[in-house]
């Protein structure tokens, strides 16, 4: 299996941007799509974006489309959520995961397709 470790996280104002990072071990990257969830206080987890294995698809939730950019870098093992005018809705706890199951784009929104996850960052971002 593959071991995902997020980092980034951190306490940002209202209308700014931060960087997550998702690093994978343990296995070849290139064989899983890349889904990132966020989890708020007394919520269910909430997909956020997600990128196939090649990177040559990605896919975003409506809340956050046009100001969060996911990528990856295969060659690097990591992947990446650029995460621009931050409003406080936005606070959570982010994970990384990954499956090697090529879903279909109706499934990939569903936290219960992936199999590997990251321990989490909390992103929390003030007035």
């Known amino acids: 299996q593959v071991q995902l470790v997020e980092s980034g996280g951190g306490v940002v104002q209202g209308g700014g941007s931060v960087r997550l990072s998702c690093a994978a071990s343990g296995s070849t990257f290139s064989r899983y799509d890349i889904g990132w969830f966020r989890q708020a206080p007394g919520k269910e987890r909430e997909f956020v974006a997600s990128?196939?294995?090649?990177?040559?698809?990605?896919y975003y939730s409506d809340s956050v489309k046009g100001r969060f950019t996911i990528s990856r870098d295969n060659a690097k093992n990591v992947a990446g959520l650029q995460m621009n005018s931050l409003k406080p809705e936005d606070t959570a706890v982010y994970y990384c995961a990954a499956t090697e199951i090529y879903y279909s784009s109706s499934s990939i929104y569903d936290p219960r397709r992936y199999d590997y996850w990251g321990q989490g960052t909390q992103v929390t971002v003030s007035s």
């Open positions: 990128i196939r294995r090649s990177g040559g698809l990605s």
